[in-house]
């Protein structure tokens, strides 16, 4: 066909059709750039509605730059003609993988995994919720790398999509059951439970939940379990489906508290099987281990019950004998009925202990799964009962530690309040100011204990203040110290070129003190040097009021500050 144009763009084939437009391969004239346009569809010029819906989805993903989601250029309006152009993705989607393959090997799905979790983090701090997760939607470039894509809409050609104006977007086969009943809002966990079911798919190459009708599948994804995953497909790590069905939870609230919470589960994986795969840990489960348990048949049965009369001696081999049978036999059941009675107290600990004390992630978290739980469980009032319930509580602080410190050191976007206020007295540790740390701690402690759901955070403030104190007091005057340190060094690194380094110090400064109106000199020096200011000019601006150790002439008659 004679190729058109829209605006700057030379339309060549037709890739594929949405619920609202046509997408094309295109030309950008300007630079012969070949990109995917899409093209709002002619027969809906005319809607209000669908042009707004079309409008914030070009909104949504302009502001959405992340190398995991299909990235915008931008779009414009010719006429009536509404169009924006998109990175064209050219390796096919994970949906046409999967017909080809089958199936994807365990690594390669959580090493896709870790991708599409980095595009959901992105898109969730930036208020976007896909809303229709799915294998088509996730497309790959030439390097084999994730791109998420088609955020909102379902295609026309998916049978099961939901493509009328003001339907809720989605795919049957991987809904959530909320966005099913509408019991509760649509949230980022809504985008988990449709990750879950997908990594379900690439692991075993199919959906959990197969049906003929359209009700009974929505019906199966409100009330019906999944199946286990380690029954379709026998080398799948029981860690790995742990983290697939906990995603799959029917309440949101019972799922993962975010992608980087998924993310983090999911290099777990990695870990343990690397650390701890073994026959045992899958018998602990109930999952094949390759073991063969040999039985005793009636024959042999009736050997060994058989009494042979007037035979006074018996020269057959030691292990064909009635009397080592019989051993043998007495030995299996005893040892049957040893593994299957249910563990004492003073057992339970005992075989955790060995764990408890473990450097090792993995050895801490099984002492408490498959030993102290239980022992809690049963032993309410036991003598080992305080001591476990405290192993499990630093265990989970373990956790919350390690997925805050995650956030923090890749300068995640922190929207709860009390992991903003822990950040900044972490913060104040790393600078070495050990004293207005510990208050900050303590004072979390106090400002959020009416709150339950920051339990986690406010314990974790009191693990932080409770290694300060023991790692001994700090003076107010050791405080005054550091910060004169500090900007003495910026001082330095400024004079020798490196201005970004001392940037950075006078940024810490601003931010770490801004509110502590005692240290209030050291805030405004710091201000005066980061706006380009001069050590001279700071220090005529502050009349003098500056820090010591900063000073730039130690000769100059200026009051230095009382410590």
Not at 185 to 199: C, E, M, N, S
Not at 432 to 441: F, I, M, P, Q, S
Not at 531 to 540: F, I, L, N
């Amino acid at each position: 066909m004679q190729n058109r144009s829209i605006g700057p763009f030379e339309l060549l084939e037709q890739l594929g059709a949405g619920g609202m437009g046509v997408v094309y391969r295109a030309k950008y004239n300007k630079t012969g750039q070949v990109v995917a346009l899409k093209v709002l569809s002619p027969g809906l010029q005319e809607d209000e509605k669908l042009i707004a819906r079309f409008t914030r989805e070009l909104e949504i993903l302009k502001k959405l730059k992340h190398p995991n989601i299909v990235q915008c250029y931008g779009g414009g309006r010719l006429g009536s003609q509404r169009f924006y152009a998109m990175e064209l993705v050219e390796g096919g989607s994970l949906s046409e993988m999967l017909k080809k393959k089958g199936k994807f090997d365990w690594q390669q799905v959580i090493e896709y995994g870790l991708q599409i979790c980095a595009a959901l983090e992105h898109a969730h701090e930036n208020g976007v919720v896909h809303r229709d997760l799915k294998p088509p939607n996730l497309m790959l470039d030439k390097s084999g790398n994730i791109k998420l894509a088609d955020f909102g809409l379902a295609r026309i050609s998916d049978a099961t999509a939901l493509t009328a104006a003001g339907k809720t977007l989605g795919t049957f086969a991987y809904m959530a059951p909320e966005q099913i009943s509408g019991s509760s809002p649509i949230t980022a966990k809504t985008d988990l439970y449709a990750f879950g079911v997908v990594l379900y798919e690439l692991v075993t190459g199919k959906t959990p939940f197969q049906s003929e009708t359209t009700a009974e599948l929505l019906m199966a994804h409100l009330t019906k379990k999944p199946p286990r995953v380690c029954t379709e497909v026998l080398d799948c790590p029981i860690w790995l489906e742990k983290v697939i069905l906990n995603l799959m939870e029917k309440e949101p609230d019972k799922r993962p508290r975010d992608a980087l919470a998924v993310e983090q589960a999911l290099r777990e994986v990695n870990e343990k099987v690397a650390h701890n795969v073994s026959v045992a840990e899958h018998a602990v489960t109930g999952q094949p281990t390759g073991i063969a348990v040999s039985t005793v048949g009636e024959t042999d049965v009736a050997k060994l019950l058989k009494r042979k009369k007037k035979k006074k001696t018996d020269n057959s081999p030691i292990y064909e004998r009635t009397w080592f049978l019989a051993s043998c036999l007495v030995a299996i059941v005893g040892l049957v009925t040893f593994l299957m009675w249910p563990k004492s107290e003073e057992r339970l600990f005992a075989l955790a202990q060995p764990l408890m004390k473990s450097d090792k992630v993995d050895d801490r978290e099984r002492a408490e799964t498959e030993y102290l739980h239980e022992l809690i469980r049963r032993f309410p009032n036991g003598k080992h009962v305080a001591e476990a319930k405290q192993f499990v509580e630093d265990v989970e602080l373990d956790r919350v530690e390690k997925l805050l410190m995650v956030k923090i050191e890749k300068g995640r976007e922190l929207k709860d309040e009390i992991e903003r206020h822990f950040k900044k007295a972490y913060d104040l540790e790393q600078f070495g100011d050990r004293v207005t740390a510990l208050e900050k701690y303590n004072s979390l402690v106090t400002v959020f204990s009416t709150q339950e759901k920051a339990t986690p955070i406010r314990n974790l403030a009191r693990r932080r203040a409770a290694l300060l104190q023991k790692a001994g007091s700090q003076s107010a005057a050791e405080r005054l110290q550091i910060l004169n340190s500090a900007l003495k060094k910026a001082d330095q690194l400024d004079s020798n070129g490196q201005r970004l380094e001392a940037e950075n110090i006078w940024d810490s400064v601003k931010s770490l003190y801004n509110e502590n109106k005692e240290l209030e000199r050291f805030v405004n020096y710091a201000k005066a040097r980061r706006s380009g200011k001069s050590r001279s000019e700071a220090v005529q601006l502050l009349e003098g009021n500056v820090p010591e150790e900063a000073n730039p002439d130690p000769n100059a008659n200026q009051p230095s500050p009382q410590n």
